[in-house]
């Protein structure tokens, strides 16, 4: 028997965009063989090597549909002001009209697919159904690889469950009429003319974080643009840390970080549960439990290297979709950083003949790969809990060439909270729009919070003390202070290890630090700076608060704080206020 709301649902939409046939995704390996079969022929895929990349496929996008659009991300609650100042608001009567007439027809000589997934762990109570009406192959293949998708997703459906609707059409990947809008109180995203990432896997940032964030707020719970990760030490001692950084700001590679020989050497382990999103909620035991939505990994391609990020180069070997990077005569892949010496010719991104000489970039720097979580080295044994790992630490981040030092803590809750509600990052590729312009990234939520991020504060500070003493510690961290060349100050990568050691003390009440008026700093000493080759003088840049800046920016940020009106936490201007009285006159 089927599921009467779901065949309706799917009737409407065929007698809207006219497909010539519609197709029910299983799932089955069967089914993925033969839909990449179908797209090589026609063109939309090239296969790799399969020698050195079994099973994998090369993509390239439209040149104009290359990131997510955030001036065409819109939030159709029925109020403008339930979206808030930090989304685009439309009127969702309005909206639902203009995309009706788009979708009208714009199936025609196309096949709908109906891709069920899952996203969330097999049979946890925090696992939640979808649906992705699309008429994009390619966008079937990467929610099969990003999501649980197919009979799964239907078994757990039933005949009468509940899910959450997407309908996405490629159109003409005309950007004048490029919208991805999203409908909180129907549970329904419609995204339209582009088949980018966040913008056209409808299970990833518009389900799983946008509509997620409106359902979490009213069941209490969080759904956050972090990773997650296992830390054990050499006393077998586990620690479950979530971070939260935008985009392109290191997720994937902290989640999947390999520790130096020496941290390997003594008994520490790195595993990796999630590299983007969280859902987070409490356990019976009161404790904050994290699950990863997800099931595959849309990884930043640039800067993945043998020496950066050896775990993402071993997941993405097989199996993997590969979007915008370089295409190389052998049927293999390249991208800035992959190697140190690059291909001396290949195709580039759009297709062009390329070598070094050519004083562009051969992949597009927001270049991605899709493959499996499950074949990561680095893969937490945990990750499929259905009741999620217990989360100890929560830690904010952002990519700031001044101002931020290496690593701080939250003297509690509210701090924290403010600590994210104020984080500010220089922009990257991973969204259209001016690349290094500082704007504020409260959380890293900004594209992604489903409502007022006034009310999003206000929920963080109840969860906090709903939860009390067991919350997780709340800390922060800027791995891309430069000096004065704009050389990095900190090397990264496998070296945030020093970092990671510190919070997993700090989490049990152990660790050094001394009170500064941002928060609790490490000591010279607990970070290891001249294990890592620091110099005393770089460290003790990297470690810095000038005042003078800090005064600054909390000026600014009363500045930012305005714009939320009376939906914002009066205890965040409390913290602002306390900050600039620690800073002193
Ligand atoms: P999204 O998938 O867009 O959410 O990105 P992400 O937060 O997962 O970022 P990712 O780990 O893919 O890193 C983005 C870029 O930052 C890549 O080019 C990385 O090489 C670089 N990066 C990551 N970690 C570090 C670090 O510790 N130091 C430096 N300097 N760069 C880093
Ligand atoms: C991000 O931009 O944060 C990503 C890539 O993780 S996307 O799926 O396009 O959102
Ligand atoms: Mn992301």
């Not at 059409?169 to 003319?193: C, K, Q, W």
């Not at 499996?372 to 990519?399: N, Y």
Request: overall charge negative; aromatic content about 10%; hydrophobic content about 35%.
């Amino acid at each position: 028997m089927g599921h009467r709301r779901l065949e309706a649902w799917v009737e409407e939409v065929r007698r809207l965009t006219e497909p010539d046939h519609v197709y029910w995704c299983d799932g089955s390996q069967a089914e993925i063989d033969r839909l990449y079969g179908e797209m090589v022929a026609d063109g939309t895929l090239i296969r790799l090597n399969p020698e050195k990349h079994p099973n994998s496929y090369y993509f390239r996008s439209d040149v104009n549909d290359v990131a997510r659009v955030e001036q065409r991300t819109f939030i159709c609650s029925r109020l403008e002001s339930d979206a808030g100042p930090t989304n685009n608001w439309a009127d969702p009567a309005q909206m639902h009209a203009t995309l009706e007439g788009l979708f009208r027809g714009c199936m025609r000589g196309r096949t709908l697919y109906v891709v069920p997934y899952l996203m969330g762990p097999p049979g946890s109570p925090m696992a939640k159904v979808g649906i992705e009406l699309t008429d994009s192959p390619y966008v079937v293949a990467s929610m099969r690889t990003m999501t649980r998708m197919g009979a799964m997703a239907l078994d757990e459906l039933g005949t009468d469950g509940d899910f959450s609707r997407g309908l996405h059409s490629t159109g003409h990947l005309d950007p004048a009429v490029r919208y991805i809008s999203h409908f909180p109180d129907e549970n329904l995203v419609m995204s339209f003319s582009s088949n980018y990432g966040g913008n056209a896997l409808l299970g990833k940032k518009c389900f799983a974080l946008r509509l997620a964030s409106v359902v979490a707020r009213k069941e209490g719970w969080l759904a956050e643009h972090m990773l997650i990760l296992g830390l054990t030490d050499p006393q077998g001692r586990k620690t479950f840390i979530a971070a939260a950084f935008p985009s392109a700001c290191g997720k994937t590679n902290l989640a999947m970080l390999v520790p130096s020989d020496k941290y390997l050497a003594a008994g520490w382990k790195v595993e990796t549960v999630g590299d983007d999103i969280a859902w987070l909620k409490f356990g019976a035991d009161g404790r904050l439990y994290g699950v990863n939505p997800e099931a595959g990994f849309f990884g930043v391609a640039p800067g993945t290297s043998e020496e950066t990020n050896p775990n993402a180069l071993a997941a993405c070997r097989v199996n993997t979709i590969f979007t915008n990077v370089a295409l190389c005569e052998d049927g293999t892949v390249w991208w800035e950083g992959l190697t140190d010496v690059p291909p001396s010719h290949c195709l580039d991104w759009k297709g062009q003949p390329w070598t070094p000489g050519s004083g562009t970039k051969a992949a597009h720097p927001n270049s991605r790969f899709t493959a499996p979580a499950s074949q990561c080295p680095s893969i937490s044994p945990d990750w499929e809990k259905p009741e999620g790992v217990p989360i100890s630490a929560i830690v904010f981040g952002g990519r700031r060439s001044t101002t931020v030092p290496l690593v701080f803590e939250a003297f509690n809750w509210q701090h924290g909270t403010y600590l994210g509600a104020t984080m500010s990052s220089e922009k990257t590729a991973a969204a259209v729009g001016d690349v290094g312009e500082l704007r504020h990234d409260p959380m890293a939520m900004l594209p992604f919070c489903g409502y007022h991020m006034g009310d999003y504060w206000r929920h963080w500070l109840d969860v906090g003390k709903r939860g009390g003493d067991r919350m997780p510690r709340i800390f922060h961290v800027n791995w891309f202070r430069k000096d004065a060349d704009g050389g990095y100050l900190w090397p990264g990568y496998g070296d945030n290890m020093h970092v990671l050691e510190w919070i997993a003390a700090r989490c049990r009440g152990e660790g050094d630090y001394v009170d500064s008026p941002i928060g609790r700093v490490t000591t010279p000493d607990a970070i290891g700076f001249r294990e890592v080759g620091v110099s005393e003088a770089d460290a003790k840049e990297l470690m810095s608060v000038d005042r003078d800046e800090w005064r600054a920016d909390v000026f600014e940020r009363e500045v930012f704080f305005r714009k939320f009106g009376d939906r914002l936490p009066q205890e965040l201007r409390e913290e602002n206020d306390a900050l600039l009285e620690r800073l002193g006159e």
